[in-house]
């Protein structure tokens, strides 16, 4: 976590915006020509910029990000394997700035969910059933909310069942104490000493 | 004692603090490359701290991603997209703020992060590499393990030299056998994607095993392990052997005298135990193997180039019939269409994945005599500037320019298409590089990744052509 990292998350309970679609790269969720920014702020205007507009720059009304209620909706559901592809931090960066603070999916791509936890945005992987729950009642009562708890691993489907979501322990010690982990590991000075001095440096780029 | 991996030899001896139920393992960095994209916010980060950087003797910057391409005038590069130029500048003032050793636009040295790496021997067997770049598991074909981090993880690396590691688990893909004439390493890895799925490999590090792995040289060993992200995998990982030390030797930051022949014993250790246990393994037979193309959008989506684009119809799932559907509705095919004769716009050699000397030296093979079909453009970008000049002084360039086709400046290129080097909406490419994502090489272009051969082999027909059949 940094220094711009949102404030911890313990519970949420939101609407959802629902985006089916499996293996959402990275690409789409800010495409490159985003990436020449040297800031963190901003990048919400352009998150899923090619699937949001079209050609002439207009926006596409199907696209679920379109519709009036997404503004205030802090839950994207997805699916599988979200967040597949570069490693680019600027994704989750996107998704915060919009105003997104959970995913659920039935799985996130390594790089993107650590990415994502180390910024404030909480990716929550149910398994495939609850996940086709999920989508079913979303389906029924588009505006039905949905509640997810860090502290007790669950979250709460618009039919009132409750489901389990599995987090890293420390990431979740972090999210739920604001523990900082750069301060963590500024922290190992003397074990990483250690180490260096029992291990030579295998090369030299200065 | 009991049999490890390579992968477990590499973590264990870069564990400062062994992970825990409650925490992740502390794992030394020995070698940490740095570019402009991905590491502003992180220097921002350490500024805001007051920490310096931990070791910049294990730190290495170079611009790639949104430099331009263009042919230099008068030896400089000119970099007119203000926004990239402030980026670069960004790097440069931060790498001389940190003491940081940068290749930039003016070293003889610069070029992609991966490719330069290895080709200036600071890649070596055993060590731990990060990057802010997904296609840091490059380097994993001279066993290191190595992969990509995000921007909050360069900051980690530049003030600490270490990260936050849970173990991953340990896939094992062996290739045994001879490869048939016409496929190459690209081919292997994107019938291996196609195999294991898009996200197959997560949570996982690779090894690459098997005899059709141990007779690849080192360019092709890096195309494999490049595109190991394609597959999900956190890094994939190709074992030392001769091949790897012939390669290191003599390089400018590889290690000489004692410490060389310190560095050969090491490096002879660093293979899985005999009897060592991988949580899986996948096979395949080498000489069933063709050269291989992608037809969607995702590298899986990948079939033999002789073969049929498939019919979502058939498809196992709902959600597989629905990804198939919008790829091929995005790159305008029909279900049961062949590819070869599918006309294409724009032909890219270059990226991470194809663009050192043995890639260019392939394409040129191709192009030699023949020229580059009308109403096509190619584009060859070699990787470094250190593979342009040895380019050069074979007379690649020539060849390549008199078979019609752009010689171009060192960098990502249409790979990521963040520097102007892109597709227009709608123009189809066929592309060396690793990603075929809706819009990767430009906004609304569609993209056919597939091996420098058949990437030349398509320039000079003007559609998609199998290398094995080229006239």
Redesign the interface.
């Known amino acids: ?3 711009e990292t949102l404030e911890p998350i313990v519970t949420l309970t939101s609407t959802c915006i629902v985006l ?4 959402v ?1 990275t ?2 969720i800010i ?3 985003f ?6 702020r901003g990048l919400g205007e352009h998150l899923f910029a ?1 699937w949001r507009v079209d ?1 002439k720059g207009l926006p596409r009304p199907e696209f679920p990000l379109n519709s009036p209620e997404a503004r205030d909706s802090a839950i994207l559901v997805a ?3 979200f967040g ?6 600027h994704a989750p960066w996107a998704l915060i700035d919009y105003g997104f603070r959970a995913l659920i999916s039935t ?1 996130f ?3 993107f969910r ?2 994502a936890l ?2 404030g945005l909480l990716p929550v992987a149910l398994t495939t059933s609850a996940h086709a729950m999920l989508l079913d009642q979303l389906a029924e009562s588009p505006r039905a909310p949905v509640t997810i708890d860090l502290e007790t691993q669950t979250a709460t489907l618009p039919d009132g069942t409750l489901h389990a979501f599995a987090v ?3 990431a979740r ?1 972090c999210l739920l104490n604001g523990v900082d ?2 301060g ?3 922290g ?2 003397a ?2 000493a ?3 001095s029992t ?1 030579s ?6 | 004692m009991t049999q490890r991996t390579l992968f477990e030899k590499i973590w264990d001896d870069h564990q400062v603090r062994p992970e825990s139920e409650s925490t992740p393992a502390v794992l030394y960095v020995d070698l940490h490359l740095v570019h402009e994209v991905t590491s502003p916010q992180a220097f921002a980060e350490l500024r805001n701290r007051g920490a310096r950087v931990r070791r910049p003797d294990l730190t290495l910057a170079t611009m790639d991603h949104s430099t331009p391409t263009t042919p230099r005038s008068a030896g400089r590069l000119q970099v007119l997209d203000t926004q990239a130029s402030a980026q670069l500048d960004q790097l440069a003032t931060n790498c001389g703020e940190f003491g940081i050793r940068l290749f930039d636009l003016d070293d003889s040295r610069q070029g992609i992060v991966h490719v330069i790496g290895p080709e200036q021997g600071l890649t070596q067997p055993g060590m731990t590499i990060v990057c802010g770049d997904s296609h840091t598991s490059t380097h994993g074909a001279f066993g290191a393990l190595a992969f990509g981090i995000g921007t909050s993880e360069v900051g980690y690396v530049l003030a600490t030299q270490t990260l936050l590691q849970r173990k991953p688990r340990n896939m094992e893909v062996r290739i045994d056998g001879v490869l048939p004439s016409g496929v190459t390493a690209k081919d292997i890895i994107l019938a291996i994607i196609a195999k294991i799925g898009i996200g197959g490999a997560t949570g996982n590090v690779l090894e690459y095993t098997g005899s059709a792995i141990r007779a690849l040289g080192m360019e092709e060993r890096m195309t494999i392990c490049n595109m190991s992200i394609e597959a999900g995998a956190r890094a994939g990982l190709i074992a030392p052997d001769d091949t790897t030390a012939n390669y290191v030797s003599g390089r400018p930051f590889a290690p000489v005298g004692a410490e060389w022949d310190a560095a050969l014993s090491r490096w002879d250790k660093l293979t899985s135990d005999e009897g060592a246990r991988y949580d899986r393994s996948v096979h395949l037979e080498a000489k069933s193997l063709a050269p291989m193309i992608t037809f969607g959008t995702n590298p899986s989506m990948a079939i033999p180039i002789d073969g049929r684009v498939p019919d979502p119809a058939a498809a196992s799932s709902g959600a597989e019939r629905t990804d198939l559907d919008k790829a091929l509705r995005y790159m305008a095919l029909e279900p049961g269409q062949s590819l070869l004769g599918h006309a294409v716009d724009v032909v890219f050699v270059g990226s991470c994945t194809n663009s050192r000397i043995s890639d260019l030296r392939q394409a040129a093979a191709v192009m030699r005599g023949r020229h580059v079909a009308p109403g096509v453009r190619m584009l060859v970008v070699p990787g470094s500037r250190t593979v342009k000049t040895e380019a050069e002084a074979e007379g690649l360039d020539r060849v390549f320019k008199e078979a019609g086709a752009e010689w171009r400046e060192a960098g990502c290129s249409m790979c990521i298409a963040m520097n102007g080097d892109q597709l227009r909406p709608g123009e189809s490419a066929v592309s060396t590089s690793n990603r075929n994502f809706e819009g990767r090489q430009g906004k609304g272009g569609r993209t056919f990744l597939a091996s420098p051969l058949t990437a030349a082999a398509t320039a000079v027909t003007g559609a998609i052509a199998d290398i094995r059949t080229l006239s």
């Open positions: 976590m940094s220094a089916p679609a499996e293996n790269d690409d789409q495409p490159a020509r990436l020449k920014t040297i800031g963190r090619d050609e699916g599988h394997n597949c592809g570069s490693s680019r931090e799985g791509a390594d790089i650590n990415n180390k910024t890293d322990p420390f010690h982990e750069l963590f590991l500024l190992q000075d074990a990483i250690v180490y260096e291990h440096s295998r090369v030299c780029t200065s």
